[in-house]
């Protein structure tokens, strides 16, 4: 059975194992902050930052984004 739960775009700034003073972002789906955390730690890389980002798309595609001034 498919997990079903759902997830939203994040992007992370994070640094490289092998160069800790270089720092580099990505945008990652997931459910939660505590998965990219788990996510970018099991690939070593240290994250400096997450926050959810909107710039994509709406976490609900069902969500009215329309400028109330339009």
Do not use: N
């Not at 059975?1 to 789906?29: A, G």
């Not at 902050?33 to 926050?51: D, I, P």
């Amino acid at each position: 059975m498919p997990d079903r739960t759902p997830r939203r775009w994040f992007r992370v700034w994070f640094k490289y194992p092998e160069d800790y003073r270089s720092e580099d972002t990505l945008l990652i789906q997931a459910t939660d902050e505590h998965s990219v955390y788990k996510l970018m730690a099991g690939e070593g890389k240290r994250v400096t930052a997450c926050y959810p980002d909107r710039t994509i798309y709406p976490t609900d595609p069902t969500e009215d984004t329309t400028d109330a001034t339009e």
